[in-house]
Structures are given as C-alpha cells and as structure tokens.
C-alpha cells in the first residue's frame, strides 16, 4: 500500500502511527491509574444485641474511638461516617456470661461483618478496611 511513497514520506507516515499510538498508550494508562474520587467515605451502621440486655464493647471507627471497655445497654447501635481505606472494629463481650452476643457492622443497606456467639464463650468481633 505504501510502496509506491517516496521513502520520506513512509517514514513520517510510520512516525505519525508511533506517535499516535504511543500517545493512545499513555492516555490508557493514565486512565487505569486514576483512583475513583467519589467514593470517599461511608456511612458505616454498628451494631451490638444481647440476649442479657447488656454488653461490653470497644469501637474504632475513623474519628471515634471506645478504647476502653464500657458497658451498654443493648441493642445498641450507631452511625458513624468512616474514610474508605480505614480499618474499623467493634468488639462486643457478655457481661452476664449467658446467652447469645451479636456484633454486625452494615453499609448500604447490607450487612458487611457479623458475628455471634452463645455462652459460655465470652465475645465477638467485626473488623474490617472500609470498601
């Protein structure tokens, strides 16, 4: 097709297709790297329930922290925005040593971790990365 050019204008023909193509590479990859900036952050919902009204808790959930085990009373729950990429957790113990102990964290509507456990084992724990 192109045998009848002077070798010239081949040449700045395949230089064209190098550019070009090149330039199509990088505009993909560019687009590949790029990180999906909507998703920020999310609002995560934790939950406790215990059969014995009560329960032991920690929480680390972005700026919200129970580092210190305090008593609820149950069910409990709560709405907590988080950063996506951070790590969360709720730990849940049974003050009553009977019964059943429930931890679940959700978003969107879904559940994302959940846990329980019937005595006379003592607790559960939901952790994770937020999505």
């Not at 069910?75 to 907590?80: C, F, G, K, S, V």
């Amino acid at each position: 097709m192109f045998s009848n050019l002077p070798d010239r204008t081949r040449n700045l023909i395949s230089l064209a297709f190098v550019l070009v193509f090149t330039t199509m590479i990088i505009f993909f990859i560019s687009l590949l790297l790029q990180q999906n900036p909507r998703v920020t952050s999310r609002n995560l919902f934790f939950e406790v329930e215990s059969s014995g009204g009560f329960a032991n808790i920690t929480l680390q959930a972005g700026s919200v922290a129970i580092k210190t085990s305090t008593t609820v009373t149950t069910p409990w729950r709560r709405t907590i925005n988080v950063k996506s990429g951070e790590e969360v957790y709720l730990t849940a113990g049974n003050p009553t040593q009977s019964g059943k102990i429930r931890c679940r964290i959700s978003y969107n509507g879904q559940p994302w971790k959940d846990e329980s456990i019937e005595a006379p084992k003592d607790g559960v724990a939901c952790a994770g990365i937020v999505p």
